[in-house]
């Protein structure tokens, strides 16, 4: 299995060194690679969208042709797990502020966000999240965007303060908070199980 983390910006080592971990953990043999250029992602069984400022990462993957492999990735059922302003990216729906920023979403997930939801309150903090299928997980949470409503096959299963806060649909997962700043795998291989799976 090749899982790629896109490296714009962000929590990209982190990223690497926790698939790395978690695919030893899983047993399952393969590659992760740092991807910047379209020719990266050649090949690659699943994708991650890390952190960092998604108006950004929007641009970065435009100018590179990423956007247009990963929206072919995720049509040809493969997995792509986004975090914070990865999760946005996954968003079918952006807010005002997606708009008036020219944002583009790779829009592959049947949600709609609100980009900057945790970070008006406070620019960051840590609390404990209930994940459906995973338990209870310590999450951190840096400007995160929250998932206000989802439809067809996206589903939530998680919540912070009424709001949602992880989402699946199919293999594509969306989560607010930074999983790869923890030393706990458990998301990363629920991911890379569900990614690998026929
Ligand atoms: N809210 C940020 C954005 O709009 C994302 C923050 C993060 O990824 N830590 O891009």
Redesign the pocket.
């Known amino acids: 299995m090749k899982v790629a983390v896109i490296s714009f910006?962000?929590d990209v080592f982190e990223h690497i060194r926790m698939t790395r971990d978690a695919m030893k953990e899983l047993g399952i043999e393969g590659s992760v690679v740092a991807a910047r250029r379209r020719k990266d992602l050649e090949g690659a069984d699943a994708a991650i969208l890390?952190?960092?400022?998604?108006?950004?990462?929007s641009k970065r993957l435009r100018a590179s042709g990423m956007d247009e492999k990963l929206r072919k990735m995720a049509g040809e059922g493969k997995g792509i797990m986004g975090?914070?302003?990865?999760?946005?990216l996954l968003a079918k729906k952006g807010d005002d502020?997606?708009e008036k920023t020219d944002?583009e979403l790779l829009g592959l997930m049947d949600m709609e966000i609100d980009?900057?939801a945790f970070?008006r309150q406070r620019e960051s903090f840590e609390t404990e999240l209930d994940v459906e299928g995973i338990g209870s997980v310590n999450a951190v949470?840096?400007?995160?965007?929250a998932i206000l409503r989802t439809w067809g096959d996206c589903r939530i299963i998680s919540e912070f303060k009424g709001m949602g806060v992880a989402a699946v649909q199919g293999k594509l997962m969306a989560l607010s908070f930074?999983p790869e700043l923890t030393d706990d795998n458990r998301i990363h291989r629920e991911f890379l199980r569900n990614a690998s799976e026929d």
Do not use: D, K, L
């Open positions: 910006q962000g890390p952190g960092g400022e998604s108006t950004t990462i975090t914070c302003a990865g999760c946005i502020e997606v944002t980009r900057n970070g949470f840096i400007r995160a965007p930074h």
